[in-house]
C-alpha cells in the first residue's frame, strides 16, 4: 500500500511464472462479526456494529496528508464497510506497533478521533488499525516479536476501540510467527476482524508466506485484499501469464486464492481509487465491476472464464477513501453500489 507522503507509489514491475499452484479443499468461512471483547473499563468496548457483511467494501483511511482529500473518519463515504486506519508506527521493541493521529489530518484530539470510531461502527462499519505500508518497518519473526505484536495490537484495539487489524507488510513476512501473533490478538478478543492486503507476488502459491498465513488463519481470517496493481504481469490459475489493468488480471489472479484454499468468502479485489493513487494498474470501475460479474455470477468475462463461479466472493478494496474522495467518490459511487447488489 502507498505510505509515502509524497503520493506517488513506488512501481514494482515483476514477471513471475507460477511454479504451481497446490489445490485444497476450500473450509466454509462464517461471517465475521465486528466488534472487540474484553475491554477493560477505562476503555470500554466498541459500539456492536452489524457483522461484516456478505459483501463488503474495504477502504484505507489515510492518517497523513499526501496530496489526496484530506479526511477525518466521519468524512469517509458510507459505502465503505471496513475502513482500514493507515498506518500504525513500529517502536523500540521488536514486532510491537503504537498508533500516533498527524495533526495534517485535522483532529483536535485523540477523543474526536475515538468519537468517529465509534460512530462509524454504530452505522455498521468496521474500524480496523493498518499494519505495514510501502513504508511499514514491523517484522515478527521470533515468538518475542509475535508476543510484542499481539500484546500492542490487543492494546490499541482496547485504547481505540478498533475492531480488528489489517496486515499489509510489504519488506516480507514470516508465516510461522504472524500466525501465532494473529492468533494470540484472536484468543482475546474473539471477534477481530482481520484482513490483508498482500502484493500480487505474495499469492501466487499457497507455498509463499503471505498465502500460509492467510491459510494459517483461516478459521478466523475475514478477508485478503490483495493489491492488483504496482505489480506489472504475473500468472494466473491457468499458467497464462496476465497484464495488469484487465478484467482478466484480476479475475485469473483471484482464481489462484479461490482454488487455493481460501473460501469465497475470504477474498477481495483490491484496487487503486483513481491514477493518482498508485504507481500502475488503475482500471476503471466498470473493469472491477466486471470482474466481481465474472468470478460471482460468470458473466462479463475477459478471456479468462474460472471454471467456476463463487456467489460467496467477499466483494473489493481500494487505496484509499481518500483517494477516492479526491476522485469523486467513484469507487465507493459504483463499485460500492455493485458489490452491495451482488446476489
Not at 466498541?46 to 497523513?64: D, E, K
Not at 495534517?104 to 505495514?132: H, M, N, P, R
Not at 482464481?255 to 487455493?260: A, D, M, N, R
Not at 469523486?328 to 459504483?334: D, I, P, T
Request: one cysteine or more; charged letters at 15%; a negative charge.
Amino acid at each position: 500500500m502507498v505510505r509515502a507522503r509524497s503520493g506517488r507509489a513506488k512501481s514494482r514491475l515483476r514477471t513471475r511464472l507460477l511454479a504451481g499452484v497446490a489445490a485444497a479443499v476450500l473450509t466454509s468461512a462464517g461471517t465475521v462479526a465486528a466488534g472487540t471483547a474484553n475491554a477493560s473499563e477505562e476503555h470500554p468496548a466498541p459500539a456492536s456494529p452489524a457483522a461484516v457483511p456478505a459483501h463488503a467494501v474495504t477502504g484505507y483511511w489515510q492518517n497523513f496528508n499526501n496530496g489526496a482529500t484530506v479526511q477525518k473518519l466521519k468524512d469517509v463515504d458510507d459505502a465503505y464497510d471496513i475502513i482500514a486506519v493507515s498506518f500504525a508506527d513500529a517502536t523500540g521493541q521488536p514486532g510491537a506497533v503504537t498508533f500516533h493521529l498527524d495533526p495534517a489530518v485535522g483532529y483536535g484530539s485523540t477523543d474526536e478521533f475515538k468519537a468517529d470510531i465509534k460512530a462509524k461502527q454504530a452505522a455498521g462499519t468496521s474500524v480496523v488499525l493498518s499494519i505495514g505500508g510501502e513504508k511499514g518497518s514491523v517484522s515478527v519473526n521470533d515468538d518475542t516479536s509475535a508476543k510484542n505484536f499481539a500484546d500492542s495490537v490487543n492494546g490499541l484495539m482496547d485504547e481505540y476501540g478498533f475492531n480488528g487489524v489489517d496486515i499489509d507488510l510489504e519488506n516480507g513476512l514470516n508465516s510461522t510467527y504472524m500466525t501465532q501473533a494473529l492468533k494470540a490478538v484472536h484468543d482475546r478478543h474473539s471477534d477481530v476482524v482481520v484482513t490483508m492486503a498482500p502484493q500480487t507476488i505474495d499469492m501466487q502459491s499457497p507455498q509463499n508466506e503471505y498465502f500460509k498465513t492467510a491459510l494459517g488463519i483461516k478459521d478466523f481470517l475475514t478477508v485478503v485484499n490483495m493489491q492488483y496493481y504496482n505489480s506489472g504481469s504475473m500468472n494466473g490459475c491457468d499458467g497464462e501469464v496476465y497484464a495488469q489493468g484487465s478484467v482478466d488480471f484480476l479475475t485469473s489472479l483471484a482464481c489462484i486464492q479461490l482454488e487455493g484454499g481460501l473460501d469465497p468468502s475470504q477474498v477481495g479485489i483490491g484496487v487503486p481509487a483513481s491514477a493518482r493513487a498508485a504507481g500502475s494498474g488503475y482500471v476503471a470501475p466498470s473493469v472491477v465491476n466486471a470482474a466481481l460479474d465474472c468470478l460471482t455470477q460468470g458473466t462479463n468475462c475477459g478471456s479468462f472464464k474460472p471454471s467456476k463461479t463463487y456467489p460467496g466472493l467477499r466483494g473489493a478494496m481500494t487505496w484509499s477513501t481518500n483517494w477516492d474522495a479526491a476522485n469523486g467518490n467513484e469507487f465507493a459511487g459504483q463499485v460500492g453500489a455493485h458489490v452491495h447488489g451482488l446476489p
